[in-house]
């Protein structure tokens, strides 16, 4: 009897142990389970605080790709406007370089100075010279589109010589003094201020042919000057005072360079150099010397 409440105890204490033993597993699993709870929503702050920080960079990323792309949109702008100042003072430094005197239209009010002196001056071929021997100068910048010229009226079988090209001012002076001896008042007329102004330029040239000679007379009939009514535009030249004009007298030996460019354009509109407004042909001033 004894033995048996014995046993009955003894199971007692075993099955309280048992579900104390069971009861405490369970408590700590719980506990474990709360704890691993909580990790889990601090994980999940972490993650959604990391998604926000990532949102944020992905949105500081494309702010800075746009004021990148922005600045180089600047950049470029300014690249340009530096490409447009740099071409602006290249064109400003051409007509720096060119002499303004060379495209002015000269009457008996508007003349030359007397001082005035082109920039560069050389002597044209001796075999084109009509007086041989003598040395005649043209400006240095139109030489090349004369010589071309010259070249090209020979290879025509053209017999064009030249007479005259740059004078100075004494010369001019001292020419004009002896036609007014030759020929009285009627000087002025002749051989006058405007044509005067254009040789002391050194961009005028009086043609003549062997058998015309110094005198001019006739030239007008020769096939020269066909030729150079033809032809000379496409060299920069042209008649300064052609038949019929209002201005001067007319002498069609005496051809000015004025550039391709503009030649060409009174070529093909018929007009004549003295007919066009100054301020229209001074826009020529930059293309003077281009081929
Ligand atoms: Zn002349």
Do not use: C
Not at 48 to 69: C, F, H, K, P, V
Not at 173 to 182: F, P, V
Request: proline share 2%; net charge neutral; aromatic share 14%.
């Amino acid at each position: 009897m004894e033995s048996k409440q014995k046993t009955i105890t003894w199971h007692t204490v075993v099955a309280v142990i048992g579900i104390l033993v069971a009861i405490g597993l369970f408590s700590y699993g719980g506990y474990r389970y709360h704890l691993l709870q909580n990790q889990n929503v601090l994980l999940g702050n972490s993650i959604s605080e990391l998604e926000g920080n990532i949102s944020q960079t992905q949105n500081r990323n494309s702010e800075l790709l746009l004021a990148l792309d922005t600045s180089q949109k600047q950049l470029e702008s300014l690249t340009g406007q530096i490409d447009g100042i740099s071409s602006t003072v290249g064109t400003l430094q051409k007509l720096a370089q060119t002499d303004p005197e060379l495209l002015k239209k000269y009457s008996k009010i508007y003349f030359l100075n007397e001082n005035y002196l082109p920039v560069g001056l050389s002597d044209i071929d001796a075999s084109y010279i009509f007086e041989k021997g003598k040395n005649i100068l043209f400006h240095t910048s139109a030489r090349l589109f004369l010589d071309k010229l010259l070249a090209q009226a020979k290879n025509d079988n053209q017999d064009l010589k030249v007479v005259s090209g740059y004078r100075s001012f004494s010369n001019q002076a001292g020419l004009k003094s002896a036609y007014k001896m030759t020929y009285g008042s009627g000087a002025n007329k002749f051989s006058a201020d405007q044509g005067y102004s254009e040789h002391q330029l050194g961009t005028a040239i009086d043609f003549t042919t062997s058998k015309v000679g110094a005198s001019f007379v006739g030239f007008e009939k020769t096939p020269e000057y066909s030729w150079l009514k033809d032809n000379a535009w496409k060299y920069g030249f042209i008649e300064s005072y052609p038949p019929n004009n209002s201005y001067y007298v007319f002498e069609s030996w005496h051809w000015r360079f004025v550039g391709i460019k503009l030649a060409q354009m009174l070529h093909e509109e018929k007009k004549h150099f003295y007919d066009i407004d100054q301020r229209k042909i001074d826009s020529y001033l930059i293309t003077l010397f281009d081929n």
